[in-house]
């Protein structure tokens, strides 16, 4: 048996997630973002303590209204603020999830992979990375320090491009986002360099 | 020069799509960015709360009345 799923069922997985994000959420979905929002809960907390007073998108407007006339005076132009439209959800797309979904989403997604594991009785505690990453890196503490500076090399990598696999490969190339796919041109694209330059390395 | 933050910025849709806000967008969006608040807390990679201004000042619950 397969250690993977079969590619279609990958596939329909991954394109559920996908839609079905944006579509209940209304925002793209990007896994390195949500780890980098829950490590900065304490911050994302306060934001979310000074937003609570609004809860809906025309109460914001209202209040905008008003310090639009404090900020710029007579520049401003005039209005009756009890009269200002509601944007009818504007704001929606550009509100940020609740870090408590943020941190949902990410123990969802570690929950998830356990199940799917468990249910196919593949799931098994260890603590190297297969026989193939001993052959080719190494293992002991060589192994362990490839995993770290690949980690913090493939951390940079994700803030500097704005995204990961999920971001860029997933969200962004589903939309036709041109960065997301020049993006993920480049991860990939090294990705199979590199390993493919390890499998010919004596 | 645009801001290059507008994308994520969650006040630019409405500056965009409300006429008596749009004064912010020229004033800051469209023109001085470096100097917005928002644009500034973004670029260090600080969160943005929805009621920080480009001014500095933050938008309160209680709208006055004059």
């Known amino acids: 048996m397969s250690a993977y799923w079969p590619w279609w069922a ?19 979905m990007g896994v390195s973002g949500s780890v980098a929002r829950t490590l900065r809960y ?25 310090a639009t006339r404090d900020a710029f005076g007579e520049l401003a132009p005039a209005l009756d603020a009890t009269s200002v439209p509601a944007p009818a959800g504007a704001l929606a797309p550009a509100r940020r999830l609740p870090i408590a979904g943020e941190v949902m989403f990410l123990a969802m997604m570690i929950g998830g992979a356990f ?3 468990t249910l196919r009785g593949a799931f098994a505690v260890r603590l190297d990375m297969g026989e193939e990453f001993a052959r080719l890196v190494g293992t002991g503490a060589r192994g362990l320090g490839a995993l770290f500076v690949g980690g913090l090399l493939v951390g940079l990598g994700t803030r500097l491009a704005g995204g990961c696999t999920s971001g860029h490969g997933l ?3 589903a939309r036709l986002e041109r960065g997301s796919l020049i ?15 390890m ?4 | 020069m645009t801001c290059p933050h507008t994308k994520g910025c969650a006040l630019f849709p409405l500056f965009s799509q409300e006429s ?3 004064i912010w967008k020229s004033t800051y969006c469209e023109a001085d960015y470096a100097q917005c608040s928002r644009y500034i807390a973004s670029a260090k990679g600080e969160v943005v709360a929805a009621t920080l201004l480009p001014n500095g000042k933050h938008l309160t619950n209680r709208p006055k009345t004059r």
């Open chain 1, 10 to 28: 990958s596939a329909l997985a991954l394109s559920a997630i996908a839609v079905g994000y944006v579509h209940l959420l209304g925002r793209t």
């Open chain 1, 42 to 66: 304490r911050q994302e907390l306060a934001a979310e303590r000074t937003e609570r007073g609004f809860e809906s998108d025309a109460e914001l407007v209202i209040a905008l209204a008003q």
């Open chain 1, 115 to 117: 199940v799917a594991a």
């Open chain 1, 171 to 173: 969200a962004g190339c």
């Open chain 1, 183 to 197: 993006a993920t041109a480049c991860f990939f694209g090294t990705a199979i360099l590199v390993s493919r330059a």
């Open chain 1, 199 to 202: 499998e010919m390395s004596p």
């Open chain 2, 20 to 22: 008596f806000l749009a």
